[in-house]
């Protein structure tokens, strides 16, 4: 069973940037599809960034692109997540997410992952 755990989180002003770790452990950990998706007050959890196990393919969220830059590094069995340009309306809960599968397809919905990390908190401020 794979555990998440996500850090780097905070408080930056708007057009600032965070970079958010996912740092997977368990066996074969780095044999899994691995996304970040986010929870604002009052919203439902929402699809931000995936990054496959075959290929490393990326896919992000429309109002993501440009701005966010997904990774991951098999050998440290940690994914990132880049954000630059942040904006108020990117304040949320930002969750790690994995699913065992050699998929490359998107996967952007919360209920296609079996393991979740406990989030880590971004505040944008204006």
């Known amino acids: 069973q794979v555990q998440l755990l996500e850090s780097g989180g905070g408080l930056v002003q708007s057009g600032g940037s965070l970079r958010l770790s996912c740092a997977a452990s368990?066996?074969?950990?780095?044999?899994?599809?691995m996304g970040w998706f986010r929870q604002a007050p009052g919203k439902e959890r929402e699809f931000v960034a995936a990054?496959?196990?075959?290929?490393?393919?990326?896919y992000y969220a429309d109002s993501m692109k440009g701005r966010f830059t997904i990774s991951r590094d098999n050998a440290k069995n940690t994914m990132y997540l880049q954000m630059n340009s942040l904006k108020p309306e990117d304040t949320a809960i930002y969750y790690c997410?994995?699913?065992?599968?050699?998929?490359?397809?998107?996967?952007?919905?919360?209920?296609?992952?079996?393991?979740w990390g406990q989030g880590t908190q971004v505040t944008v401020s204006s």
């Open positions: 368990g066996p074969t950990c780095s044999n899994y599809y």
């Open positions: 997410a994995a699913v065992s599968t050699a998929s490359s397809r998107l996967l952007d919905t919360a209920n296609e992952y079996d393991y």
């Open positions: 990054v496959t196990y075959i290929g490393g393919v990326k």
